[in-house]
T-cell receptor, first 113, second 111 residues
Framework: DSGVTQTPKHLITATGQRVTLRCSPR?????VYWYQQSLDQGLQFLIQ???????AKGNILERFSAQQFPDLHSELNLSSLELGDSALYFC????????????FGEGSRLTVL | EDKVVQSPLSLVVHEGDTVTLNCSYE??????LLWYKQEKKAPTFLFML????IEKKSGRLSSILDKKELFSILNITATQTGDSAIYLC???????????FGQGTRLTINP
């Protein structure tokens, strides 16, 4: 158990809908990262927050947005969902702003029908 | 564009065999290279390598980095069925605050 908690574990929804994925980092970790893992692709970096502020952005679509709250939990919002958005979405945390070892949650598996 | 390429993509061996997984990279500003093991869900950290030529070892797993040739290898000796997993290589980009992952190597150990 990494100490990073993600909910929901599984989510099935329809195209055009909007979902919110939630992540609680390890106690004391200030950085939260979101990654997307599709069937035949590696982990694609989406976005990073540090202590409530956005610090780095990867290949995150405009239909996706995220935020980190004062209690350090983070949410990833996915809207106007398409079939291709079906994937495993991972949240990871680390103690500092600079990336070293990341601690990953179990992931949220999103299926868009 | 920063790129991390792993090979092979898939590998099937028998228990007791030794395997070598490869990771090459082309990135703008290298800081360090990390290896992760992904079994059912969450990737778990194995090694972080920053300096060339210094082997990191943990039990039957070891890894080394060559910053001149831009690659790393992960060795697993005396493999066990529990080693079956996807092994992910990632490169930390200096200043960019992100890890760039390779596609992973799916390793299957048959009894």
């Amino acid at each position: 158990d990494s100490g990073v908690t993600q909910t929901p574990k599984h989510l099935i929804t329809a195209t055009g809908q909007r979902v919110t994925l939630r992540c609680s980092p390890r106690s004391g970790d200030l950085s939260v990262y979101w990654y997307q893992q599709s069937l035949d692709q590696g982990l694609q970096f989406l976005i990073q927050y540090y202590n409530g502020e956005e610090r780095a952005k990867g290949n995150i679509l405009e239909r996706f947005s995220a935020q980190q709250f004062p209690d350090l939990h983070s949410e990833l919002n996915l809207s106007s969902l398409e079939l291709g958005d079906s994937a495993l979405y991972f949240c990871a945390s680390s103690p500092s702003q600079g990336v070293g070892e990341l601690f990953f949650g179990e992931g949220s598996r999103l299926t868009v029908l | 564009e920063d790129k991390v390429v792993q090979s092979p993509l898939s590998l099937v061996v028998h228990e007791g065999d030794t395997v070598t997984l490869n990771c090459s990279y082309e990135v703008t500003n290298f800081r360090s290279l990390l290896w992760y093991k992904q079994e059912k869900k969450a990737p778990t950290f194995l090694f972080m390598l920053t300096s060339s030529g210094i082997e990191k070892k943990s039990g039957r797993l070891s890894s080394i980095l060559d910053k001149k040739e831009l690659f790393s290898i992960l060795n697993i000796t005396a493999t066990q069925t529990g080693d079956s997993a996807i092994y992910l290589c990632a490169v930390l980009i200096q200043g960019a605050q992100k890890l760039v992952f390779g596609q992973g190597t799916r390793l299957t150990i048959n009894p």
